[in-house]
């Protein structure tokens, strides 16, 4: 093996060392997000153009009464008529 090649090698070596620090740095900050996204004390829906629900929170689940395995691909309007009936069920 040359200078060259060793000098390369050890370049590939760090800049692993690296890549992997910045990936745990971003993964943690990740979940710290997420947490403040599932413990925030207001319901927060997210949702793509189309009005198909990804994401939901504690509170969200909370406030609109569905459980929150509910959320993944339903339509904000699916959740909107299955209140709809539950409010009209009750009068």
């Not at 413990?39 to 504690?58: C, H, K, M, S, W």
């Amino acid at each position: 093996m040359d200078e060259g090649s060793s000098i390369l090698k050890g370049h590939r070596a760090a800049g692993s060392g690296e890549w992997f620090a910045s990936s745990q740095i971003a993964e943690a900050e990740r979940r710290r997000y997420q947490d403040l996204f599932d413990f925030a004390p207001d319901g927060y829906l997210v949702t793509t153009p189309e009005g198909v629900i990804q994401q939901a929170n504690r509170a969200a689940a909370t406030l609109l009464g569905v459980s929150q395995t509910f959320w993944p691909a339903n339509r904000w309007s699916h959740l909107w008529l299955r209140m709809s009936s539950r409010t009209s069920s009750q009068s």
